[in-house]
């Protein structure tokens, strides 16, 4: 094993909104993501890219492809063939069509034969509002310096948004199956946008993004039998938050996971306008409710001191009926659901503040009943980021060589 790169340095693969690093903080402590935008040199207007596949209707089929030079005009830009798609995915909870936006990102120069592998990455909690999608941004969001790492190991990238995150329509926060397919459906759209990239893949992700990379793998051999995925790598994975509710029955929430449920309860109730958010909301989170699921830059501010004023039983459910319904959607939408497609790999750590342990575990254990290999690293003094990458990028990497891989089941 290669000496360990430090987790800050390498930034690093793990894509998220729950990582030490500014850009990688749950929505409620975000700082100011889209800060450095500012710094940016002024760059032309993208352009639409004429060589991109534009035909077809089914998944992964592409509606636009545009340049993107607000991207290749960073520093950290340089040496990168950027395009922002929107394309055709589905809805995990109904399979109705729906439309996503993304990233796709390549190293520049002569493609490998067989053309460049791809990397999906799952990004972590960004926001659940339609400007929240990292391709909207110059720096993805500040998640640029991640991608530049996953390229300059000779890989291409697929960023997807996830469904509401970019485009119009209503991000269902936690729902992996989604996030998932909407992964699996921007390898897809880098296919189509440049031809040069592999069918092998594999999914990356932490937080929110690691239970999509998870969910990705679950449903790839049914969903996209035409791609190769090689493995998952789930970083302290939301596979299972559905014990939140608890929590919040008996006042024992985290202080960081009290965000996390107000923008699990907000985006129920885009989802179900039947849903009275009014039945899980008091105090501090009554008065800072609007303030707590804004992601702009302006409001980084006032997003951490709104979250500093909620308090551990500001979302307790008013009856066992309003509890067990808030349960019973969050469990709709826990993995693992169906056996795996290819090997996983999970990372999680005992002292994690967001996800608590025990939860992860139980997944893990649900995950091998169902079949599959899974390659699992606890760390009873982890808390959401683990202290290097190492380990995963060269776990990763076997998989693409088709190296043997250690079942943990």
Same mark, same amino acid.
């Given at each position: ?66 340049? +993107? ?26 399979? &109705? ?43 993805? +969001?500040?998640?640029?310096? =991640? ?28 729902? &992996? ?13 880098? !296919? ?43 970083? &302290? ?8 509710? &608890? ?33 899980? !909301?008091?105090?501090?989170?009554? !008065? ?36 067990? !319904? ?8 826990? =993995? ?59 776990? +990763? ?13």
């Amino acid at each position: 094993m290669r000496k360990a790169l430090p987790w800050i340095v390498v930034a690093v693969l793990v894509v998220g909104g729950l990582t030490a690093a500014t850009y990688l903080r749950p929505l409620a402590l975000i700082g100011t993501s889209k800060v450095l935008d500012m710094f940016i040199p002024l760059s032309g207007a993208p352009e639409p890219i004429g060589s991109a596949d534009l035909a077809g209707s089914g998944p992964g089929s592409l509606l636009s492809a545009t340049t +993107m030079p607000g991207v290749t005009s960073t520093f950290t830009g340089q040496g990168i063939r950027a395009a922002r798609v929107v394309y055709h995915s589905t809805s995990g909870d109904t399979g &109705a069509p729906t439309v996503v936006s993304g990233a796709v990102l390549t190293p520049l120069g002569q493609a490998p034969k067989g053309g460049w592998p791809v990397v999906a990455l799952g990004h972590g909690t960004l926001g659940i509002d339609n400007n929240c999608g990292p391709s909207l941004s110059p720096t993805l +969001m500040n998640l640029l310096p =991640i991608a530049k790492v996953v390229i300059n190991l000779g890989y291409a990238v697929a960023l997807a948004d996830y469904q509401g995150l970019g485009v119009k329509g209503v991000h269902p926060y936690s729902d &992996a199956r989604t996030a998932g397919l909407n992964m699996i459906d921007a390898v897809r759209a880098a !296919r189509h946008v440049f031809g040069d990239i592999s069918t092998t893949w594999a999914a990356f992700g932490d937080s929110q993004g690691g239970a999509a990379a998870w969910a990705a793998d679950e449903q790839a051999e049914p969903y996209a039998p035409e791609l190769n995925l090689v493995g998952a790598v789930a970083v &302290a994975p939301a596979a299972d938050i559905s014990g939140l509710v &608890a929590k919040s029955q008996t006042g024992t929430l985290t202080s960081e996971q009290r965000p996390v449920l107000q923008a699990l309860i907000e985006s129920l109730a885009r989802l179900h306008p039947d849903l009275n958010r009014d039945e899980y !909301r008091h105090g501090g989170a009554s !008065r800072y409710w609007n303030v707590l699921t804004d992601c702009s830059a302006g409001a980084a501010y006032k997003r951490a001191v709104a979250a500093g004023q909620l308090g551990p039983r500001d979302f307790l459910p008013v009856s066992p009926d309003a509890a067990q !319904r808030l349960q019973n959607l969050l469990q709709a939408w826990a =993995i693992p659901q169906r056996r795996l497609t290819a090997p996983l790999y999970v990372w999680y750590g005992g002292q994690d503040p967001f996800i608590d342990s025990v939860w992860t575990k139980a997944a893990i254990g649900r995950a091998c009943s169902l079949g599959g290999t899974v390659t699992t690293e606890f760390d009873p003094k982890g808390g959401h980021n683990p202290p290097a990458a190492q380990e995963m990028l060269d776990w +990763m990497a076997d998989r693409f060589a088709g190296k043997k891989v250690t079942n943990d089941c």
